[in-house]
Structures are given as structure tokens and as C-alpha cells.
């Protein structure tokens, strides 16, 4: 009975500090990243990207985050959300030079909510995430991610000044 009551006792203790962990910090910057801290709150960011994205000419493909669906089962953690982006263009394009490449596809920005209430724009930039796939896809595949760097900047750009 005391075997149980130490390891009751022990889970209680621990318990904030697993809730605590569901938010690592910020994303510090790394190679083939692009990071950009905001003065916007999260809402605000994640509509301006949504924007961004249309006005850029590319297409939200995919949703996800982990946010929504904590806060139902009692959770609250920070704002979090990433954003598949892409172009049929791109997707033909890059399918003639690597069908391995594709599997990359949509290419992800991720919007998260800050400690102190702003919002960080991040994204592993186009050429990086088609890197491993050079071999197969070329000088071709290699012009499509300088491409996508450019486009995605330019979205980045424009979510960010608002």
C-alpha cells in the first residue's frame, strides 16, 4: 500500500511538469530554416499567412495542429499550427524530375504561439527539403526549390509585415 501511495504521490508531482513539456520554447534557428519572430499574436499571424499565401499565388493544401484538440481533453498549450502550401505547378514539375520528391509535398510553414503572446513564423525553405533528392532529380529539382526559397520568402515577407 505505501508502494502505491509513493508512486500516486510521484505521477501527482510529475504531471505539471508533462503538461509543462507539450511547449518546448521557441524555435531557435537552425541550417535550411528560415525563423522569423513576430509582433503579431497567433490569430493575427496565422490570418495573415493565409493571405500571404493566396496573394503569393500558392494553394493551402493541408492543416494540422495539436491545439484545438488538446484544449478538449483539458489541455492548454500554446497556439500551434502548420500549413501545407503548394502549387500544382510545382507538383507536375517536380513529379517529371523525382517521384521520390514528392513525397515532401505540400511544403510546410509552421505558426506558433510565443510565451509572451506573439507568434513565430517558421519553415524549412523549399531547396533544403528537396536536398536529398538531387541526385535523382537534378539541375531541374534544384531550380523548382530555388524557386519555391524565393516564393516562400516572399509569403514569409508579406505574413510577417502586417
Known amino acids: 500500500m505505501k508502494r502505491l501511495a509513493i508512486?500516486?504521490?510521484?505521477?501527482?508531482?510529475?504531471?505539471p511538469?508533462?503538461?509543462?513539456?507539450?511547449s518546448a520554447g521557441s524555435i531557435a534557428p537552425r541550417d535550411g530554416w528560415a525563423v522569423h519572430d513576430t509582433g503579431q499574436d497567433y490569430n493575427t499571424l496565422l490570418k495573415s499567412l493565409k493571405a500571404a499565401i493566396k496573394a503569393e499565388g500558392m494553394f493551402i493544401v493541408t492543416q494540422a495542429g495539436p491545439t484545438g484538440a488538446a484544449k478538449k481533453r483539458g489541455i492548454t498549450i500554446p497556439g500551434n499550427r502548420v500549413i501545407g502550401v503548394y502549387n500544382n505547378d510545382f507538383a507536375v514539375r517536380a513529379l517529371?524530375?523525382?517521384t521520390a520528391a514528392m513525397i515532401e509535398a505540400p511544403i510546410r510553414f509552421y505558426v506558433t504561439e510565443n510565451e509572451d503572446g506573439t507568434a513565430s513564423l517558421s519553415y524549412k525553405t523549399p531547396s533544403t527539403v528537396f536536398a536529398p533528392y538531387l541526385d535523382e532529380g537534378g539541375g531541374e529539382l534544384s531550380a523548382i526549390g530555388a524557386e519555391l526559397d524565393g516564393i516562400f520568402a516572399a509569403i514569409a515577407a508579406r505574413a510577417i509585415a502586417k
Do not use: F, G, P, Y
Request: glycine letters at 0%.
Open 7 to 15: 508512486i500516486i504521490a510521484v505521477a501527482l508531482i510529475a504531471a
Open 17 to 22: 511538469l508533462v503538461l509543462h513539456q507539450a
Open 96 to 98: 517529371a524530375t523525382s
